[in-house]
């Protein structure tokens, strides 16, 4: 699976399966069970160029092609989807955008410390808008040289520790083209009037903080606006799309990570005098779940070639996220069911797989609005 990378890529591969296996392994359950944000690991994964993975090299990054990204997501997902997740968000929907839609002066500003030691964050979600991404209603009204931002924002995974948060909010109402009025702001940490506001309990990814954001009268200068006025929700949409083939291999590595600890259990599990894997029960099984695994994989590595191709992605994303997440599911409750009343409990890795995999099939678009992203493609002549 490694022949299309380049030496480079290959390197970068093996150094995050190194250290995702000495260093975050042995300490994946502790930081589930105690809800705890790995922040030295992340200082870590940034000395070592992680958080500038799709960053050109002109601004300090390592600009790795979209297939070995999605296989970096997929390997750490292996291990723990909390620190996954951060790194994905990061890359993904807080700095790739930047390089989409900002002028030169932000990337130059913004990319450099993001390939460094800043952390970037997605402020779409609110209390009334989800799905509905274009119905938001946090506000930017423009006074003098600077926009003032009002609302509130939830569901911000890294909301507590990032540098740089992207903000969608509303320029101006457009009843009959709402997404229209949406414009695209970079808010740093510690701006007046920005203030984190609570982080949620999750049933998983613990090891990943998700927090709601607040912002009163924040003043934002119009030199951080990204984008044109009213061009935010393309932003948000063209991140996303860059966003699903991240969570798409979350989803995927979650999965290996589940298919992995139930071939050794079935190996080493005896009942009825000899071990489990030997019972054709639990042989399709596993024949299933590996057969889904490489489904997955090939439709994942199908977006990002087309991705890397510089041709459009977004169906082929979408598409990604919906099976690989699905598949997940699936799974992730195979390798459980093959624990039996081990995989119900906290001991064995696998109901943490279980847990984490959930909300692949939620964030960065439910799997319904992936079928109406691929049904309006198909629809539209687009496809
Ligand atoms: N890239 C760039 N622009 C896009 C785009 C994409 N992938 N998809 C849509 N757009 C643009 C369209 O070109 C259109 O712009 P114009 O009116 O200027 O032509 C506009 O966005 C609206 O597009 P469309 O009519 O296709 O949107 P819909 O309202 O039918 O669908 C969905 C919008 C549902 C797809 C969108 O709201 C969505 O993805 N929702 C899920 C949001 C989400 O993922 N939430 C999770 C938050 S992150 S945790």
């Known amino acids: 699976m ?122 779409l979600t609110e209390t009334q808008s989800g799905s509905d991404a274009a119905g938001l209603r946090t506000k930017a009204v423009l006074d003098g040289d600077a926009y003032l931002l009002d609302g509130t924002k939830m569901f911000v995974t890294n909301g507590t520790i990032a540098d740089l948060f992207l903000v969608l909010a509303r320029t101006s109402e457009s009843p009959e083209a709402p997404h229209r009025g949406v414009t695209a702001f970079l808010v740093e940490k510690g701006t007046p009037g920005f203030r984190v506001s609570k982080t949620e309990d999750k049933m998983g990814l613990r090891a990943s903080d998700t927090a709601e954001v607040v912002f009163e009268e924040c003043r934002v200068r119009v030199g951080a606006r990204l984008g044109r006025e009213g061009e935010g929700f393309k932003v948000a949409m063209s991140a996303l799309d860059n966003g699903r083939i991240g969570v798409a291999s979350q989803a995927l590595g979650i999965a290996e990570g589940a298919f992995d600890e139930a071939v050794k259990y079935a190996r080493t599990r005896k009942q009825f005098g000899k071990a489990i894997a030997e019972f054709q029960a639990i042989q399709f099984m596993i024949a299933d779940m590996d057969t889904q695994i490489e489904a997955a994989r090939a439709l994942i590595r199908h977006a990002a070639h087309l991705k890397d191709s510089g041709r459009p992605y977004g169906k082929e994303a979408s598409m990604a996220k919906l099976y690989a997440s699905t598949m997940s599911r699936d799974v992730c409750s195979k390798a459980l069911q093959i624990h039996g009343g081990y995989g119900y409990v906290k001991e064995y890795p696998v109901e943490r797989f279980y847990r984490d995999q959930r909300i692949t099939e939620i964030y960065e678009g439910t799997s319904e609005m992936q079928r109406h992203v691929i049904a309006k493609y198909l629809l539209s002549g687009r496809a």
């Not at 030496?7 to 042995?26: N, Q, S, T, Y």
């Not at 390089?99 to 913004?110: A, C, I, M, R, V």
């Not at 410390?113 to 970037?120: C, E, K, P, S, T």
């Open 2 to 123: 490694n022949l299309q990378f380049n030496d480079e890529e290959k390197m970068i591969l093996g150094m995050v399966r190194a250290f995702m296996d000495e260093e975050v392994r042995p300490i994946a359950k502790a930081l589930d069970d105690e809800k705890r944000v790995p922040i030295e690991q992340i200082r870590a994964l940034q000395e070592q160029g992680l958080f500038g993975l799709l960053i050109p090299e002109e601004y300090g990054g390592a600009n790795i092609s979209a297939s070995c990204y999605s296989a970096v997501i997929e390997e750490m997902s292996k291990v723990c989807a909390a620190l996954a997740i951060v790194l994905s968000v990061h890359n993904s929907v807080g700095a790739y955008p930047i390089l989409l839609f900002g002028s030169e002066e932000q990337k130059k500003t913004y990319l450099g410390r993001l390939a460094g030691d800043w952390i970037g964050a997605f402020c």
